[in-house]
């Protein structure tokens, strides 16, 4: 899988999501117990393909690098790497990847009546309400983390 920066920003780096590629991985069907052992090994003998798994819209996807700590309770952290679809509607509670006012933030969305927050998962900072003087746009919807451990 190739990937070509695009853009950087203080909080995202940009990558296009090339998923003409295809890189088959051992999956353990059958799903992996976190508590007692489970004889995996001996299920082990199906394939996955992270491109398929992970892109629903090849044209519309993106990766983004997460730089800081507002979403840190959310679980993305400095570093993750997140999927980003373009074509999905902003939804209340979905976690995005917003432009405003000349830059990229990640926050999680929230509609209250007619208002729209843009909302850390961190105590330490606050929510941002937009307001129609704002030049926003909901840049795409987080689909999914990656994250190394």
Do not use: Q
Request: charged share 25%.
């Amino acid at each position: 899988m190739k990937i070509k920066r695009i853009k950087t920003t203080p909080k995202i780096d940009f990558y296009t999501a090339d998923t003409s590629s295809e890189m088959l991985l051992p999956y353990v069907d059958s799903g992996i117990a976190a508590g007692f052992p489970s004889p995996a090994e001996d299920y082990i003998d199906l394939a996955l393909d992270l491109n398929k798994e992970l892109v629903s819209n090849p044209s519309s996807t993106f990766y983004g690098r997460v730089k800081g700590s507002s979403m840190k309770d959310a679980g993305i952290h400095n570093g993750d790497i997140l999927v980003i679809d373009k074509s999905l509607e902003p939804v209340n509670g979905r976690v995005a990847v917003c432009f405003i006012d000349g830059e990229f933030t990640l926050k999680r969305i929230k509609f209250a009546g007619e208002r729209l927050f843009l909302v850390p998962d961190n105590e330490d900072y606050d929510p941002v309400e937009v307001t129609p003087e704002n030049d926003f746009i909901v840049w795409g919807i987080v689909t999914y983390i990656i994250k190394k451990m």
